[in-house]
């Protein structure tokens, strides 16, 4: 008996933040997903795209437009946030709402991961003719 009341108290306190009485809280895993993307698109900005720009001296200009290139991806992203908190109470089925949110992951995905080997690219390219 007490080890059924600690079993339903931890599956109760355990439950995942994005379902809640077993709807699924789309808005919530579309700004999880933004959120994680954005990280990852900064950390692959400053690692990876920052390595590409070589400077002589102590300039600012590299982190100048390091603060540029991630501004470009916040709205992308506050859209995708916008776009899934109306999305989530319009009526259609789960089904569709799970097909509809894994595009629009999957394009997120591809913008976070995709831009910065563009950028480091078009440095690699440009660069020697600068």
Same mark, same amino acid.
């Given at each position: 008996?007490?080890?059924?009341?600690?079993?339903?108290?931890?599956?109760?306190?355990? /439950?995942?933040?994005?379902?809640?009485?077993?709807?699924?809280?789309?808005?919530?895993?579309?700004?999880?997903?933004?959120?994680?993307?954005?990280?990852?698109?900064?950390?692959?900005?400053?690692? @990876?795209?920052?390595? @590409?720009?070589?400077?002589? %001296?102590?300039?600012? /200009?590299?982190?100048? %437009?390091?603060?540029?290139?991630?501004?470009?991806?916040?709205? @992308?992203?506050?859209?995708?946030?916008?776009?899934?908190?109306?999305?989530?109470?319009?009526?259609?089925?789960?089904?569709?709402?799970? /097909?509809?949110?894994? /595009?629009?992951?999957?394009?997120?995905?591809?913008?976070?991961?995709?831009?910065?080997?563009?950028?480091?690219?078009?440095?690699?390219?440009?660069?020697?003719?600068?």
């Amino acid at each position: 008996m007490v080890a059924t009341a600690s079993r339903k108290s931890v599956s109760k306190h355990h /439950a995942p933040q994005d379902v809640k009485h077993g709807v699924v809280r789309w808005d919530k895993k579309m700004s999880n997903n933004c959120a994680a993307a954005l990280l990852v698109y900064t950390m692959m900005q400053i690692f @990876f795209v920052l390595g @590409f720009i070589e400077t002589r %001296g102590m300039s600012i /200009a590299p982190y100048f %437009g390091l603060v540029i290139l991630v501004a470009v991806i916040i709205p @992308f992203c506050r859209n995708f946030e916008k776009r899934w908190s109306t999305m989530s109470s319009s009526g259609l089925s789960e089904q569709s709402l799970a /097909a509809k949110f894994r /595009a629009d992951q999957v394009l997120l995905w591809l913008l976070a991961l995709g831009l910065p080997l563009l950028f480091a690219g078009l440095i690699k390219t440009f660069a020697p003719m600068l």
